[in-house]
């Protein structure tokens, strides 16, 4: 039962470029979606949130998109740098806890 | 920053041993979870707790896990009787605010890695 796909297993990018990591859902009723990052030998970290009843959130150098109708979203990067190397989680509330995606291994490259 | 501790960071046991693991959630928080991740697989929720009891647990959270909250710092998970495919990372969590909310985002620990042998 995957509610929360995330298809690409990994991503390579080179330092300065926007790295685009994508992540579909099941349920249209999500109605809160949240990324999380996540370093080898660390817990993951909350990154960035966004509700349904919006279609962009901005933070700094993340954004997170949602698009309802295609029950997608997706985080873009932009500079990459190689401190963002990492795991990404897309994540959304299941009851009263979060089920996760399977997460995006981005390599950002110098 | 406040943050959420666990202990230990690496376990090793034989199998059918007990095991607890250790958390102290972020000290205003209500809300209390426990994660884990098997080798290469994706982070599964295992179980909630609120106002000293369970408020969900996940099919994997059978009868060999416990949780408990013996003081008003600690939060901890013991498996009973360990068993191979119980090896994985096991993150504890906590949150202000129930989660599933739209405010109710988790805080992680660093995880204990726990190897069944």
């Known amino acids: 039962d995957q509610q929360v796909k995330q298809n690409s297993p990994s991503l390579s990018v080179q330092e300065g470029r926007i790295s685009i990591l994508n992540c579909d859902y099941t349920n249209s009723m999500f109605d809160y979606f949240l990324w999380y990052k996540k370093y080898p030998a660390e817990g993951p970290t909350f990154l960035i949130s966004i509700s349904s009843i919006k279609d962009k959130n901005e933070d700094g150098r993340f954004t997170v998109f949602l698009n309802k109708s295609a029950k997608h979203l997706s985080l873009h990067i932009v500079p990459s740098q190689p401190g963002d190397s990492a795991v990404y989680f897309c994540?959304?509330?299941?009851?009263?806890?979060?089920?996760f995606g399977p997460g995006t291994r981005l390599s950002v490259l110098p | 920053e406040p943050e959420v501790t666990q202990t230990p960071s690496h376990q090793v046991t034989q199998m059918g041993q007990e095991v607890i693991l250790r958390c102290v959630p972020i000290s205003n928080h209500l809300y209390f979870y426990w994660y884990r991740q098997i080798l290469g697989q994706k982070v599964e929720f295992l179980v909630s707790?609120?106002?000293?009891?369970?408020?969900?647990k996940s099919e994997i959270f059978d009868d060999q896990f416990s949780v408990e909250r013996p003081d008003g710092s600690n939060f901890t998970l013991k498996i009973r009787s360990t068993k191979l495919e119980d090896s994985a990372m096991y993150f504890c969590?906590?949150?202000?605010?129930?989660?599933?909310?739209?405010?109710?985002?988790?805080?992680f620990g660093e995880g204990s890695r726990l190897t069944v042998l």
């Open positions: 707790f609120y106002n000293n009891e369970i408020s969900e």
């Open positions: 969590a906590s949150s202000r605010s129930r989660g599933g909310s739209n405010t109710g985002e988790l805080f």
């Open positions: 994540a959304a509330p299941k009851g009263q806890n979060f089920v």
